[in-house]
Structures are given as C-alpha cells and as structure tokens.
T-cell receptor
Framework: GQNIDQPTEMTATEGAIVQINCTYQ??????LFWYQQHAGEAPTFLSY????GLEEKGRFSSFLSRSKGYSYLLLKELQMKDSASYLC??????????FGKGTRLHILP | GAVVSQHPSWVICKSGTSVKIECRSL??????MFWYRQFPKQSLMLMAT?????????EQGVEKDKFLINHASLTLSTLTVTSAHPEDSSFYIC???????????FGDGTRLSIL
C-alpha cells in the first residue's frame, strides 16, 4: 500500500517559522515534492527532493531523509499570503505522483 | 509561463450531460500525462495515466467507462466525463512529468458542477 502522512492543520504567527512534516511509505521512491495550494486553485510547485539533505530556496526549505521515509518543509518569515494548503507528494517506482492529504496552514497577524 | 493548458476552467451542466476536458502540454511533447480529481477540502487523487497512442491505465476504483481518456497526439490528452451526475462534481486537474527547466507542471484545473 501507499501511505503519506502529514498534519491536517497548523497555525503560526506572521513573521515566525513553521515546519510541516511528512512521512511516507510507498511502492518505491523516485523523489518527493512539496506544493502550495490556495483554495480553488491548482497546486504550485515548491520543491523536489531526490537525495537526502536540505534544499533551500528563498524563504522555503525542504529536507529529505530516505532511510527514515521523512521530509519536512520549512517556511521562514511567514507572511499572510502563506496561508494555504501544503501538499507532500511522492513519485513512486511507477513514476506516479501520489499525494498526501495536505496540511492547511493558518497564519495569524 | 504555463506549460500545461487546461480547458475549460469552469463547467456547469445538467445531470446526464457528457463533458470533455482538454489538457495540452505547451512546451514539449508529452507521451504521458496524468489526471487527478480533488473533492472539497481533500487532497488530489490520481484517477488515471494517459498514454499517447495506447489505452489509459486507471487507478483502482475509477470507472474507465465513466471517465474516457484519449491521448491522440503528443500534446493533447482529453478526459470525458460521460453521463455526469452530481457526485461527479469536483475539481479535475491534469499534469505531465515535471522537468528541471519547467517544474510547474500542473494545468489550472477544471471545476465541474453538475446540477
């Protein structure tokens, strides 16, 4: 089976840092994605990790540990516009991209 | 700019109508494209893999006679929801594989509302 787990909801304060965790058990692994999705819109690509370690891109960073089946997305200097759902997705051995249920992030002023 | 174009953005129609959604890869020839469905406040569920020149492969639980997929050219895949009913109302999104140069690989989605 395929299982991708992430928290359902998180709340953080504007200007703060938040870490969204994702654990996965999938049929093979060819990379892990993070997407941002605002209500009513299609997902927007944030990051893609294939190798272990931290990838930094501006205010967003993504970490991967393949041995632990674990990733996190780190958002720094939070802004109100960061209020959205964040989707963790894994590319399995069939090259299908399977999504977790998403984490709804609420930013408080 | 966008690398996957999806049309239409919105569809509202009566129960029993068949609806066709188009998905175009704009920057390169995509032999494989994927169709997802998303119900309100839920995540994206993979429905099927569209393969150019051959039959689509459907995920478990997705009715192939209900959701017809055609991938007749290297840049166009279509999803037809046949005899749509209110329970088919959803957000349908297509995508192709991301590339290093173009990681933004999702279409803008089609919101389907069946009355």
């Amino acid at each position: 089976g395929q299982n991708i787990d992430q928290p359902t909801e998180m709340t953080a304060t504007e200007g703060a840092i938040v870490q969204i965790n994702c654990t996965y058990q999938t049929s093979g692994f060819n990379g892990l994605f993070w997407y941002q999705q605002h209500a009513g819109e299609a997902p927007t690509f944030l990051s893609y990790n294939v190798l272990d370690g931290l990838e930094e891109k501006g205010r967003f960073s993504s970490f991967l540990s393949r041995s632990k089946g674990y990733s996190y997305l780190l958002l720094k200097e939070l802004q109100m516009k960061d209020s959205a759902s964040y989707l963790c997705a894994v590319r399995n051995r069939d090259d299908k991209i399977i999504f977790g249920k998403g984490t709804r992030l609420h930013i408080l002023p | 700019g966008a690398v996957v174009s999806q049309h239409p953005s919105w569809v509202i129609c009566k129960s029993g109508t068949s609806v066709k959604i188009e998905c175009r890869s704009l920057d390169f020839q995509a032999t494989t494209m994927f169709w997802y469905r998303q119900f309100p406040k839920q995540s994206l569920m993979l429905m099927a893999t569209s393969n150019e020149g051959s039959k689509a492969t459907y995920e478990q639980g997705v009715e192939k006679d209900k959701f017809l997929i055609n991938h007749a050219s290297l840049t166009l895949s279509t999803l037809t929801v046949t005899s749509a009913h209110p329970e088919d109302s959803s957000f349908y999104i297509c995508t192709r594989y991301p590339t290093l140069n173009q990681p933004q690989h999702f279409g803008d989605g089609t919101r389907l509302s069946i009355l």
